[in-house]
């Protein structure tokens, strides 16, 4: 027989759940964490497997948010996302962040366009490397693109917290409104004919915009011809193959040094 205890709290996983395009659910503990630093982040509750981390009961308390205990199968049972998901034993439910303005892209020095990247997994590490290497702020399409999840926070480590976003109608558009305000835009492809570790040796000042095309097909031939240069990454001749998540880290650190380091 379930307790009263878990009769409330399934109660509120399905009420979090059926909810869920107004609420995010993200775990893991530097996910977690980054969240409670962040002062727009709008956190209802926390649940939590075993012993709470005492770092992360210090950042709910200072932020007024209420956490309780929950089972390993509760716990499972609000994420949905598999037995073997590794979410540290915290979770967080949230209101999702509210997304940047063209305008507010334009203001950074440094923005990541993601082309049709469709794994959250690979998003959420692409976003990772984003944080690590200055990125302002992450560009994506209303269409082909996964929404925010637990699964792009968790991958991203926190970064969520860190680095803004946007989804945009039409990459086209809106990488002609970055060179009207003075962007180089540069496309990580394999056709590129200058390798990304020698390209920033020429004088490219910022802002600049990265631009990373999807898993398998890479970037659109529209958003090619949008690119003011094409840049390659340098591999072993016998096997060239890149995450997306990797490329993109190369591309970025090229960059990070270049107008950061």
């Not at 996983?13 to 869920?20: G, T, V």
């Not at 950042?59 to 540290?88: I, P, Y």
């Not at 880290?249 to 107008?259: F, N």
């Amino acid at each position: 027989m379930k307790s009263k205890h878990s009769r409330n709290y399934n109660s509120r996983a399905n009420r979090a759940r059926h909810s869920f395009q107004n609420m995010e659910i993200i775990w893991g503990t530097h996910a977690v964490a980054a969240a409670l630093r962040n002062p727009q982040r709008v956190i209802d509750r926390l649940c939590y497997v075993g012993e709470m981390d005492e770092a992360i009961r210090a950042l709910a308390e200072k932020k007024n948010v209420d956490f309780s205990a929950v089972t390993k199968d509760e716990m499972r049972e609000l994420l949905r996302v598999g037995v073997n998901s590794v979410h540290q034993g915290i979770a967080a439910v949230a209101r999702p962040l509210q997304q940047i303005s063209v305008g507010d892209i334009c203001r950074h020095r440094f923005v990541l366009l993601l082309d049709h990247v469709t794994d959250p997994h690979n998003v959420g590490a692409i976003w990772r490397n984003a944080a690590a290497f200055g990125v302002g702020a992450v560009v994506m399409t209303k269409r082909h693109s996964p929404s925010i999840t637990g699964v792009i926070a968790k991958a991203a480590a926190g970064a969520l917290d860190f680095v803004p976003y946007a989804y945009v109608s039409n990459l086209a558009v809106t990488i002609e409104l970055l060179k009207k305000n003075d962007f180089t835009i540069i496309g990580l492809d394999e056709s590129g004919k200058t390798p990304v570790d020698s390209f920033f040796d020429a004088m490219i000042a910022p802002p600049v915009a990265l631009i990373v095309g999807g898993e398998g097909s890479g970037m659109r031939h529209l958003t090619k011809k949008s690119c003011d240069f094409l840049a390659c990454i340098r591999t072993d001749p016998e096997f060239s193959t890149l995450n997306v998540s990797c490329a993109a880290a190369v591309g970025m650190h090229a960059i990070w040094r270049k107008i950061c380091g």
